[in-house]
C-alpha cells in the first residue's frame, strides 16, 4: 500500500487558506482532499446521527472531541480513494489527534507524512474570514472582495446560485476558533518540528505563489 503513496498534511489557522490550496493539489497530485469540517458539515446538512451530535459544537467554534473525530477519519482511510495518499485539510488540531494519526500509519506502514504549516498574522484572518464565502453544492470557497465570483451569488465552479457564509464564520464565532488555534493547535507544530518533518510557508503570499511552494517543499 506504501509504494509511491504520499501522504500531505496542512496545517494553519483557520482561514489561512488550506482548503483553496487543497482542492488545487488534489487535482495535480490526484489524491484526495480530506477535510474533516466538510465531512462534519455534510453529516450537519444530512441531519444524520453524527451531524445532530457535532452541529452546536460546530456552530461555538468549539473542536468536537478527539475520539470522535478519531472514529470519522477513521472511518475516511478505509475507502479506496486513499490507497495513493491523501491531504488532510483540519485533522489533526490536537497533539492527542496527532498521535492516533501517527498510530495509524505506522500500522499501515506508511511513509511519514510531509505537514505544511502556512504561517501568517492572525490579524488579517479575521479579515478573510468574515468575507468568505463558499458554494453550499462544490464546496468552492471564495472571498467577498479579496476572490468575488464572477457574477454575483453565481458559483464560478458549478454554477450553482446561491453562495453562504458558513455559520461559524460570524466575528464571535472567529475569534474563539482562533484561540482555540492558538491554545490548541500551535502546540502541533512542536510536535512536528521534533519529527523533522514540518515546513513554514508564508501564508500570506498569492495563491499562486503558495501553491508553487507547496509543490517545492513535496519534492524534499
Ligand atoms: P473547519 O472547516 O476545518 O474550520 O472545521 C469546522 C469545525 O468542525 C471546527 O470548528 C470544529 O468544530 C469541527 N472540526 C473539524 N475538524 C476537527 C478536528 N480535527 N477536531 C475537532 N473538531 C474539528
Redesign the pocket.
Known sequence: MSEGFQGLILLGA?GSG??TQAKRLQKELNIPHI???????AEVAKGSPLGLK?KE??Q???????Q??GEV?DQRFNEPDVRKGFIL??????VA?AVMLEELFAKKNLPKPVVIYFEMDHRVLVDRLTGRLSCPQCGAVFHRSLNPPKKENICDHCGHMGLIQ?K?DSEE?ISK?LD?FENETSILLDFYSQKGNLKRLNGLQSVDKLYEEILKALEG
Do not use: C, E, F, H
Not at 461555538?60 to 478527539?66: H, I, R, Y
Open positions: 483557520p488550506k482548503g477535510s474533516t469540517g466538510d465531512i462534519l458539515r457535532v459544537i460546530m461555538s467554534g468549539a473542536l468536537v472531541n478527539d470522535l473525530i477519519v485539510d483540519g485533522y489533526p488540531r490536537t489527534q458558513r461559524d464565532t476558533r482555540i
